[in-house]
């Protein structure tokens, strides 16, 4: 049974089977139009069929499949098929319903696209244990073995191996206690799961669960570790899985279990299935608690639902359970957010009959949605009456009267704002400073920005990595790579490490600049110190290698991102759409799009420009244009995207026949 937990694919995000809308109609007319209507104009080198199959559930081409075929005959020469004939084969998506890629002939790119999928797709797996201490746990291990050795020595020396981190070790030791006879502690056990789902380890995780299971007893708590470790590594159907072995060996979820699988669910968006895990709860009797609300309160807001964020407070009311601030605060953020500023006065003002008086961070919301706004009256209305009911302002309050003048250009207000904190006894935090230190970037005084550093920390305020994040994005976009990675090697030094926000500026400086060793060794030293890529990483490596036409690599960093846990985006996708097509490789630019949609990621107005765009300028321009009137007749472009197209395509008929001989050669 465990063995499956192991080879498990992780969840991809797709809807559950009962929540799937019927496939032609989330995908949208649109998408469908393109494909029909692709295939219509260009027979020669694209055959798109249609398979409606709306009750699919698999993340194969349920609906749609892209089909490339070639025709023989003395038709019309594709000037598609002598463009895919420089490549050595063509190029698919290896689990995204393309086939795995070949890497370019140029040995410098093959080097290149190496290096960043070996960096990436270790995804921080690459800290193994020097040799010396595998040997020296082996040793140990096989010394133990051999001498009778008691069972409380050997739980010492298992518990120290946990604590110092050194879990493989501390396998070595637990598999020796039970071939010894000794049953396996269940503390020490969950430290063990806990620890190898860290390190991203799961085989050996769920390794020690099965010892556990076999020659223990594991209890509640282990189980909720792994049911943990299997969220956190977004294979939720591999933590169903447990929630029903746990059941089936006669334990019953508590509210932990339910926590967990909840707020894992709405991290990663899937509120409906994360509201039936609470129905679930209910029903097994377990009392929901209020930060349960409040996680599926953030994440119904996150997704524009405030009329069912309201509900959900009326439901723990009638539950008996009492919001506290945090989550009146939640959906009054949610309310400014959506622009509902009258109704987000309105529920502060309740509050005082529902028991709770709005605190700092209610007035502090309500003011920032004002002064966003340019509602500079209301918002010194709102302190006065903040004051007036003895609630203070805080550095918080002066950040948002600081952040807004900055972006108001009244950087000379500011200094008075900072002196009347000061006189207040507040002390302004880097948090505080970040917006001026961001106005001086804007205007271009970046010695000034640097300079106000130093004042900072002469101020009593040391500057965080928001702060020199700021600075390294403002030189490498003037041009100043050089002066950014001189204050980049010395952050750790100002005991302000970078994080993964600041590799990805260095990274993208130091490609753009030419220096593509330099970026793919900061991209490696990132994971070697344990900052894990995030989508802006992929993103940024998708996007310069397919700005140096190495598409084929970009397109297995694709299938890396998933690998790594991150769920492509319409923007990726985008990236590597216009890197196919600016290559004119229209054929395997449609089959992404179809890839793009079996992941349930729907293609935006972006998506569809740069197909029409890809096929006009490759020397198609009247089809191109028939095929932006079908998309335009079902409002998948706007009309400016649409007046755009017009305006190009015709243009591209004085320069086809140069086109089409520059591709033929």
């Known amino acids: 049974m465990w063995s499956s937990f192991v080879q498990m694919p992780m969840s991809r995000g797709c809807p559950a089977e009962d929540q799937r809308v019927h496939y032609e109609q989330w995908v949208g007319p649109e998408y469908k139009r393109v494909t029909t209507v692709a295939a219509k104009l260009l027979p020669q080198s694209l055959h798109v069929t249609a398979h409606p199959n709306p009750s699919s559930h698999q993340t194969s081409a349920g ?10 005959g003395n038709h019309r020469r594709n000037p598609l098929k002598a463009a895919a004939s420089a490549e050595a084969k063509p190029t698919h998506l290896q689990n995204h319903g393309i086939k795995e890629t070949h890497l370019l002939k140029s040995s410098s790119r093959q080097t290149s696209a190496l290096s960043c999928r070996v960096c990436i797709s270790s995804n921080g797996n690459c800290r193994r244990k020097p040799p010396k201490a595998a040997a020296s746990a082996e040793a140990r291990a096989t010394q133990l073995q ?6 409380t020595h050997l739980m010492k020396v298992l518990n120290r191996s946990c604590k110092a981190g050194q879990y493989n070790e501390a396998l070595y030791f637990l598999e020796l206690m039970v071939n010894k006879g000794y049953r396996p502690d269940v503390i020490l056990c969950t430290k063990l799961i806990k620890g190898f789902f860290n390190s991203r380890d799961v085989e050996k995780a769920v390794r020690v669960m099965q010892i556990l299971e076999k020659f223990g007893e594991p209890d509640l708590f282990s189980y909720n570790a792994l049911i943990s470790g299997f969220c956190k590594a977004n294979r939720i159907d591999s933590a169903n899985k447990v929630l029903d072995r746990m059941r089936s060996r ?28 609470l129905d679930q709860l209910v029903k097994d009797n377990c009392r929901p608690t209020v930060i349960t609300y409040m996680i599926l309160i953030e994440a119904m807001i996150l997704e524009g639902g405030i009329d069912e964020a309201v509900n959900l407070l009326d439901d723990m009311l009638s539950r008996g359970l009492k919001p506290d601030m945090n989550t009146y605060n939640a959906v009054v953020r949610g309310m400014c957010r959506e622009g509902m500023l009258d109704r987000a006065f309105g529920l502060v003002r309740s509050l005082d009959s529902k028991g709770c008086s709005p605190n700092v961070v209610s007035y502090n919301i309500l003011l920032r949605a004002l002064l966003n706004r340019g509602k500079w009256e209301e918002g010194e209305k709102l302190v006065s009456n903040m004051c007036w009911r003895g609630c203070e302002p805080n550095v918080v309050t002066y950040s948002i009267l600081i952040s807004t003048l900055c972006r108001d250009g009244k950087v000379e207000d500011v200094v008075n704002v900072l002196k009347i904190m000061k006189d207040k006894g507040l002390t302004p935090d880097a948090y505080s400073y970040d917006p001026l230190v961001s106005a001086f ?3 271009g005084r970046l010695d000034l920005a640097i300079e106000f550093l130093d004042y900072m920390i002469s101020d009593g305020c040391l500057p965080d990595i928001v702060n020199y994040n700021t600075i390294l994005a403002a030189l490498c976009k003037s041009g100043k790579a050089d002066q950014a990675l001189e204050i980049f090697e010395n952050l750790g030094e100002v005991g302000c490490p970078p994080n993964v926000s600041s590799y990805n500026t260095m990274f993208s400086a130091l490609w753009n600049c030419g220096d593509r060793v330099r970026a793919l060794q900061m991209v490696s030293e990132m994971v070697s110190k344990g900052i894990d890529p995030d989508e802006i990483t992929y993103n940024s490596l998708i996007s310069c290698l397919c700005r140096d036409r190495m598409v084929n690599e970009a397109i297995g960093l694709l299938v890396d991102m998933e690998s790594g846990g991150f769920q492509p985006t319409v923007i990726s996708y985008n990236i590597v759409l216009l890197g196919l097509c600016k290559t004119r490789r229209i054929i395997d630019a449609i089959e992404l799009l179809a890839a793009m949609v079996e992941k349930v990621c729907r293609p935006n107005e972006t998506t569809y420009t740069l197909l029409i765009e890809g096929i006009g300028f490759a020397g198609w321009s009247a089809e191109a244009m028939e095929l932006a009137n079908s998309v335009f007749s079902l409002r998948a472009i706007s009309e400016d995207s649409f007046g755009r197209l017009n305006r190009t395509f015709p243009m591209l008929d004085v320069y086809k026949e140069l086109t089409l001989s520059e591709i033929k050669n």
Do not use: Q, W
């Open 250 to 277: 006669g334990f019953s979820p508590d509210v932990v279990t339910y926590y967990i699988m909840i707020g894992s669910l709405c991290g990663r968006g899937k509120l409906g299935l994360a509201l039936k895990v």
């Open 146 to 151: 051999n001498n009778d050795v008691k069972e």
């Open 63 to 72: 609906s749609f499949r892209v089909c490339i075929s070639s025709h023989g």
């Open 441 to 443: 970037c804007k205007e």
